[in-house]
């Protein structure tokens, strides 16, 4: 059963313009939240996280938002660049208790167009 | 950040041969590593954990003897698929905590022919 949902496989994006990526989840145990950038045959780079405790974290381009009551986190990426075209997983953890497991939505491909 | 490195990148084997798999941390000692599987346009899916001097943590659904996990040292993990199938064919990605962060490597993909 997927905890973590991406229920946007795909998203197409001008440059300059601002990228929404979204994610929900369904267990309440998850507090810690991760978003990640990945290649075709790379392991995944880590983008950004943001704890439960939080509602929003920024870093650059990045920020998060988190939503606990709706259990909905979202990725904003602005301004959008061509480099940013990969795929985003989100992921989530329930800290010690899980062993610090992650675990992964199925991804949203972005694409930035020039 | 942290650097995880794996090998082999990429291998082929013969159905029932059996293919080990490295996974280390480069710069800095993890206990907790961790195994996962991707299948096409799927998320990433967690075997199990790796505990430094214990035995490995598997998901449910995950044969452990089909699996091996051997974590020697602090900065070395290995997956072993033994008697490998054609379903087996995937690409596996380790990962590696520092500091409260999960480091992954760049992935290993298998082909079981």
């Known amino acids: 059963d997927q905890q973590v949902k991406q229920n946007s496989p795909s998203l197409s994006v001008q440059e300059g313009r601002i990228s929404i990526l979204n994610c929900d989840y369904t267990?309440?145990?998850?507090?810690?939240f991760l978003w990640y950038k990945k290649y075709p045959a790379e392991g995944p780079t880590f983008l950004i996280s943001i704890s439960s405790i939080k509602d929003k974290n920024e870093d650059g381009r990045f920020t998060v938002f988190l939503n606990k009551s709706a259990k909905h986190l979202s990725l904003h990426i602005v301004p959008s660049q061509p480099g940013d075209s990969a795929v985003y997983f989100c992921a989530a953890s329930a800290g010690r208790d899980s062993g610090y497991a992650l675990n992964f939505g199925k991804g949203t491909s972005l694409l930035v167009t020039p | 950040g942290a650097v995880v490195s794996q090998h082999p990148s990429r291998v082929i084997c013969k159905s029932g041969t059996s293919v080990k798999i490295e996974c280390r941390s480069l710069d800095f000692q993890a206990t907790t590593m961790f195994w996962y599987r991707q299948f096409p346009k799927q998320s990433l899916m967690l075997m199990a954990t790796s505990n430094e001097g214990s035995k490995a943590t598997y998901e449910q659904g995950v044969e452990k003897d089909k699996f091996l996990i051997n974590h020697a040292s602090l900065t070395l993990s290995t997956l072993t698929v033994t008697s490998a199938h054609p379903e087996d064919s995937s690409f596996y990605i380790c990962?590696?905590?520092?500091?409260?962060?999960?480091?992954f490597g760049p992935g290993t993909r298998l082909t079981v022919t």
């Open positions: 267990n309440s145990m998850f507090d810690y």
């Open positions: 990962s590696a905590r520092d500091r409260g962060e999960q480091y």
